[in-house]
């Protein structure tokens, strides 16, 4: 299973998730229009935590100051490709964050004022596929071998983990301290994203 999200936001949404009124549908609509390039047809909701999987289905929320996008596009190797899409974020700060559980593979890219502030994606497989921008204060902890993978006990002729850490533990780390959000929570529950059908590209 793989997660997909792009936030956008004007102020830092940390402590502000809990408090976020319904979305406006309307809006809501428009954003995701826009980043999906075709029209959209509102076909249902879903919660933030089951959204992030949005396996082909678009989801689009706004909100006053906050935007959310789910969408199987944003899920690539190198995210900093995707500075185009971000670009059409009516936000001043844009994150996309993706994960997958079966290549154990974590993606990100940050952009600030239209520049891109730090992109990286790693994986087991395929090591550091992209790292861009000057790595950041969450992670530092992560390079230095302080969070390593622990061997099976049971498996005593595993290889040594490809990378210092496991990617999808730095990945929930990185939404967190970005963002101020964690998929397992009652905030993300509570959060709703109306579903959207592509109608036509």
Known sequence: MSSSILIGWDEHPRGRWEKLPAPNREASKLFGERLAGGRLELVGEACLEDAIHPDG???AASFPGV???CDTQLAIDEPSKLASLAALVPHRTILIHTMSDGADGFAFAM??????VRALSVSPDDGVVEDIGARL???LPYW???HPVEPDDEDEDEDEYALPFHPLELGEEALVALAGLHWASEVADSIVLPRFRLLEA
Not at 111 to 116: D, F, I, K
């Open 111 to 116: 952009w600030s004022g239209g520049s891109l």
């Open 137 to 139: 204060a969450f992670e």
């Open 67 to 69: 935007s959310l996008y």
């Open 144 to 146: 230095a071998g302080e």
């Open 57 to 59: 289905r678009i989801f």
